[in-house]
């Protein structure tokens, strides 16, 4: 039994036959069997603009480092004149060249054929004729060419030293690796793997921003997310590819330090959209001494017994380090706050407050005070105070990693 006479037995009136063909034509597109170079889009009736179905559909298939897009085919049924129905599978094909163009594909080819015979004609028209048809191309000689003999490299770099990764992609607007971003990336697992002594920070920046960013280095919350969660996605992979979370970092800097600025081309653009990583102190708690009022810092290697405020064995030589800083560095004056996961959504949204988990944070912050005060610290220059879970840096937790970045002591300074 083919589509058009299912739809004509299980829906007689016609209003419910578009309503049903308007919800449902947008997603027949996946259910059709793929070839291997192309893309079948279908639509409701006199409709010509991309879904975001559709758009996802093309944003996860295609990708213009990996991909060459051939021509765009578009077609009609037989409702409606000869010339509306020409008219409209134009239509169709320009909506699509305009959505792959910003995908940065370029020169598309585009061939309107109008509507497709039928043998057999109802008056709701042939769904399966309504669509656009992408033809592209595989470049498989990418993978071949892509070279990463440059990270080497970093084994050779100091302190402060940055390198940009060369081979790392992310899908439009989102955090999502292109897949063969995945084999420089494990390329660098192997290298800092091989020198454990190397410690890194991954830094976000990304294109398009306004002139004002850069003058008044404010980056736009858009902005700022977005090289937020880049760096994070690789900060994450790096330690699912076994490389200890005390070895990295991760900061995003929205369009704050663009390499090309103004842009005047999509070159320019694609310099600008990218992930550096730069060689750091294995002892970055030294980071505290170069700090300004108000900035604060996240004590990474502080951890407590599950449930608990007593300190594990790791933790006391990063207390030692802090120790030594604060020494040096007499005027320095720090609050350290203690940090919770896993708290309910309206604590982190300010509408209760959880006892348990305030004083849970507040201990533990209480625990780095006493224990910088016994070595020697003047207690009036370190302050403690536990937040819960109102301060969370990932909300909703969506995972352990989620978690673990919540489950936190930080130092802010108060005076220096």
């Given at each position: 039994m083919n589509l058009q006479t299912l739809f004509t037995i299980l829906v007689p009136n016609l209003s419910t036959m578009r309503f049903i063909l308007l919800v449902l034509l947008p997603l027949l597109c996946f259910s059709q069997k793929k070839e291997n170079d192309s893309i079948q889009l279908y639509y409701p009736t006199n409709s010509y603009q991309l879904s975001t179905i559709q758009k996802k559909h093309i944003q996860e298939t295609l990708n213009y480092k990996t991909h060459t897009v051939l021509k765009i085919k578009g077609y009609a049924d037989y409702i409606g004149t000869s010339s509306y129905n020409k008219k409209l599978s134009e239509r169709r094909c320009n909506a699509t060249s305009s959505f792959l163009k910003t995908l940065h594909f370029k020169s598309i080819k585009t061939i309107a054929y109008g509507e497709l015979s039928s043998t057999q004609k109802t008056s709701n028209g042939n769904p399966k004729h309504r669509k656009v048809c992408i033809l592209f191309s595989k470049n498989n000689s990418l993978q071949k060419n892509l070279s990463y003999s440059y990270l080497s490299e970093i084994k050779n770099y100091k302190y402060g030293e940055q390198i940009r990764l060369k081979n790392i992609h992310f899908k439009l607007a989102t955090d999502t690796l292109i897949q063969n971003s995945k084999a420089e990336l494990n390329q660098l697992a192997t290298i800092l793997k091989e020198k454990p002594s190397i410690h890194i920070q991954i830094e976000g920046h990304v294109c398009c921003g306004m002139e004002k960013e850069v003058d008044t280095q404010k980056t736009t919350y858009e902005n700022q997310w977005l090289s937020d969660i880049r760096a994070t996605k690789i900060y994450n992979y790096l330690i699912v590819q076994g490389i200890e979370a005390k070895r990295l970092s991760?900061?995003?800097?929205?369009?704050?330090?663009?390499?090309?600025?103004?842009?005047?081309?999509?070159?320019?653009?694609?310099?600008?959209?990218?992930?550096?990583?730069?060689?750091?102190?294995?002892?970055?708690?030294?980071?505290?001494?170069?700090?300004?009022?108000?900035?604060?810092?996240?004590?990474?290697?502080?951890?407590?017994?599950?449930?608990?405020?007593?300190?594990?064995?790791?933790?006391?030589?990063?207390?030692?380090?802090?120790?030594?800083?604060?020494?040096?560095?007499?005027?320095?004056?720090?609050?350290?706050?203690?940090?919770?996961?896993?708290?309910?959504?309206?604590?982190?949204?300010?509408?209760?407050?959880?006892?348990?988990?305030?004083?849970?944070?507040?201990?533990?912050?209480?625990?780095?005070?006493?224990?910088?005060?016994?070595?020697?610290?003047?207690?009036?220059?370190?302050?403690?105070?536990?937040?819960?879970?109102?301060?969370?840096?990932?909300?909703?937790?969506?995972?352990?990693?989620?978690?673990?970045?919540?489950?936190?002591?930080?130092?802010?300074?108060?005076?220096?």
């Open positions: 991760k900061i995003g800097y929205g369009f704050l330090k663009p390499l090309k600025y103004p842009e005047e081309t999509e070159a320019d653009r694609q310099k600008n959209r990218r992930i550096e990583i730069r060689i750091v102190n294995p002892n970055y708690i030294s980071k505290i001494a170069e700090l300004k009022k108000g900035d604060r810092i996240v004590l990474k290697n502080i951890n407590f017994e599950y449930g608990q405020y007593r300190l594990t064995s790791e933790s006391f030589e990063e207390i030692e380090n802090i120790y030594q800083v604060l020494k040096n560095n007499p005027k320095i004056i720090l609050a350290i706050e203690g940090h919770v996961c896993c708290g309910k959504n309206e604590e982190a949204l300010g509408k209760i407050k959880s006892h348990y988990n305030t004083r849970l944070s507040n201990n533990r912050a209480k625990a780095v005070r006493e224990e910088l005060v016994r070595k020697g610290i003047d207690e009036n220059r370190i302050f403690a105070k536990g937040f819960g879970f109102s301060r969370p840096l990932y909300f909703p937790e969506t995972s352990d990693a989620d978690k673990q970045e919540n489950r936190r002591i930080e130092a802010l300074i108060l005076a220096r």
